[in-house]
């Protein structure tokens, strides 16, 4: 029955009838061509549905190591950077770095604070190109102040303050060159305005600052001259009605106190009750040591008053690089000091006197006269006055 569905017509020729099968044979050929083909396009629709499956999770796996980095970098921004740099997500160049610090959200102002005050060559050149990045023309001093102290916190260590003021006051005059006859000027007059805006807005400083006192003290900073008195009038007025916006201010009265330590870093605490090490985030200011268990950390986990204490170098038989915080008239007796329990609650302090551990003797050395210091002493003050000698110099030489 087949055979005979498939016969055909007795009129054809013989070369007629071959032609016919021929085509039939190409005709089947075609088809499983068609059907290999199909095939491949599958595989290869396969191949790439794979592909993009790969590269989504390359992509989510650098996403999830990028914001690993960013954290790494709250906790100790030279190990985040150096995460994200030997990880390839970023380049360890000046300008790409400062973009990173300058953009990047999620960052933690006193990290980047931090990391900026750094006198390492390559840190200079990031200070440099993020400096840079602010755009201060047509600006009056307070208003480019505001801008640049919005973009980190400034570190509490004088000779990073130093740096990184030094750099803002060139780029300043760079953006407007007919306001200040030097840097130095801009210098001294950005630190007679952050300390006023200290002395104005700080609970803790009950002698303010008065529009005469701040002319006084900024006469003959212009190279042997005195600035305009409408200028320093403006600048007190815009202070005195607006203080700096802090960042990572949430109302707390205590983000004043940290404004402009004298001293911050990483140490190593000896427990009082537990004698463990424990590595915490201590910050100098207003004679009190703060403790907070990360530089993110809104409150202190403890505070201890400086009042009636000495600092001295100890030796440790664990730890090198040891200081002691101890009351001298008072052996055997707790030091004043509070602690916030993991609950919350804010208790008494269990020690003695205080052991603390640095990284290098250096380090020690720097915190034992910063502790010292801070009893009687503002760092801004000796930055100022070293600058408005070197004025008073040029002026005499000139």
């Known amino acids: 029955m087949m055979e ?12 007629e009838r071959r032609e016919i ?49 960013k954290k790494k970098f709250n906790m100790d921004p030279k190990k985040g950077i ?12 000046p300008q790409t770095v400062a973009e990173f610090l300058y953009k990047e959200e999620g960052l933690n102002k006193t990290a980047i604070g931090d990391f900026l005050g750094e006198r390492e060559e390559m840190h200079l050149q ?4 993020f400096v840079e990045l602010h755009e201060f023309s047509d600006l009056n001093l307070v208003q480019a102040l505001r801008q640049f102290l919005w973009s980190f916190r400034l570190p509490g260590e004088a000779q990073k303050i130093d740096r990184m003021m030094e750099a803002f006051a060139t780029r300043y005059c760079e953006c407007n060159t007919d306001v200040f006859q030097s840097t130095d000027t801009c210098y001294i007059l950005s630190f007679a305005i952050i300390m006023l805006n200290t002395s104005l807005h700080n609970p803790n400083v009950k002698d303010k600052t008065t529009l005469e006192r701040f002319i006084s003290m900024n006469r003959g900073i212009n190279n042997g001259e005195d600035l305009p008195n409408e200028l320093l009038t403006k600048l007190y007025e815009s202070i005195r009605n ?15 106190t940290f404004f402009n330590p004298d001293r911050e870093g990483w140490l190593l605490k000896l427990g009082g009750r537990v004698k463990t090490w424990k590595r915490r985030w201590f910050i100098l200011t207003d004679n009190c040591l703060y403790y907070f268990e990360y530089t993110t950390d809104k409150e202190p986990r403890g505070i201890i008053p400086l009042e009636n204490l000495c600092v001295r170098e100890v030796n440790c038989t664990r730890k090198p690089y040891c200081l002691e915080l101890y009351n001298p008239n008072s052996k055997g007796q707790k030091i004043k000091a509070c602690k916030t329990e993991t609950d919350g609650r804010v208790v008494e302090g269990k020690h003695q006197s205080y052991m603390i551990c640095a990284s290098t003797a250096e380090e020690r050395d720097d915190w034992i006269e910063s502790i010292r210091a801070s009893i009687t002493k503002d760092p801004f003050y000796d930055l100022v006055s070293v600058r408005k000698k070197k004025i008073i110099k040029q002026t005499q030489q000139d």
């Open 4 to 15: 005979c569905c498939h016969q055909l017509p007795s009129d054809f020729s013989m070369e």
């Open 21 to 69: 099968e021929n085509l039939k044979l190409h005709k089947q050929d075609l088809l499983d061509d068609i059907q290999k083909l199909k095939w491949e396009i599958e595989n290869v629709m396969a191949e790439i549905q794979d592909f993009e499956s790969a590269e989504e999770n390359k992509v989510l796996e650098r996403g999830k190591q990028f914001s690993s980095g």
């Open 82 to 93: 150096n995460y994200l740099v030997e990880n390839s997500l970023l380049e360890w160049k």
């Open 126 to 129: 990031i200070l440099k190109a």
């Open 242 to 256: 607006e203080p700096f916006k802090i960042p990572e201010d949430d109302g707390n009265d205590l983000t004043h």
